[in-house]
């Protein structure tokens, strides 16, 4: 989707959740204490802008923000919006059911309002 200081941001392919994922482009990282020091700040920085992006968008119940990594070991930071009335609520969204992916003008629309909302070139 674009490039932040410090992470790369993407956007998971499942129309069902307004989902991003940021990616520090960091190598070795795995864990979130693994993060330098003087990266840090900036990396939360950008979970927070990515979070107040998806509150303004989709006006969410819950923003989670999660840094599992069980099944890819680099390290990413997922940043879901939440509703009550979302296919997965209240469990987490991982493992309810298949994703359903962009068609048309949803995704690219998505990607364009986020994009603004971070002033992404």
Avoid at 19 to 45: M, N, Q, T, Y
Avoid at 68 to 78: D, E, F, R, T, Y
Wanted: with cysteine; hydrophobic share 50%; charged share 15%.
């Amino acid at each position: 989707m674009g490039a932040l200081s410090v992470c790369q941001l993407l956007m998971m392919n499942d129309a069902r959740f307004a989902w991003c994922i940021l990616v520090p482009r960091i190598a070795g990282l795995r864990e979130l204490h693994d993060i330098p020091k003087d990266k840090r700040i900036s990396v939360f920085d950008e979970i927070e802008a990515v979070s107040t992006a998806l509150a303004a968008l989709v006006a969410p119940d819950k923003l989670n923000v999660a840094a599992l990594g069980n099944q890819v070991p680099q390290l990413h930071i997922h940043v879901i919006a939440r509703h009550v009335n979302d296919s997965a609520w209240p469990a987490p969204v991982w493992g309810s059911g298949a994703a359903l992916p962009y068609a048309g003008p949803t995704a690219t629309d998505r990607v364009a309002k986020l994009a603004r909302h971070l002033h992404l070139g």
